[in-house]
């Protein structure tokens, strides 16, 4: 298994480290942006994730993953038009 992984919950897709524990309906789980979300039923259906990715979770999993400075650039420049909706 990865050791990070995304997880909807709470109007948010976020990172969670699996080393510290895995998603489970109803019950809290520690993010990598420091939220405590809870996954509820419908955060679990098959290929309705929706909601927008946590900015801060995305941000925190590509210092942990060991990201260059360039390629952070890269993913942030990716977001900033992913906002702004051009192409």
């Given amino acids: 298994m990865q050791r990070y992984l995304w997880q909807q919950a709470d109007g ?7 080393e510290q524990g895995e998603p489970e309906l109803g019950r809290p789980l520690a993010t990598l942006c420091g939220a405590t979300v809870v996954p509820r039923t ?5 290929g ?3 909601d927008p990715t ?3 979770c995305e ?3 590509v210092v942990v993953a060991g990201w260059s400075a360039e390629e952070m650039a890269v993913l942030r420049g ?6 702004s909706g051009a192409q």
């Fill in 42 to 46: 419908q955060d679990y259906v098959p």
């Fill in 12 to 18: 948010a897709r976020h990172a969670y480290d699996t």
């Fill in 59 to 61: 941000d925190a999993l």
């Fill in 78 to 83: 990716h977001r900033d038009r992913r906002v």
């Fill in 54 to 56: 946590c900015e801060a």
């Fill in 48 to 50: 309705m994730w929706l």
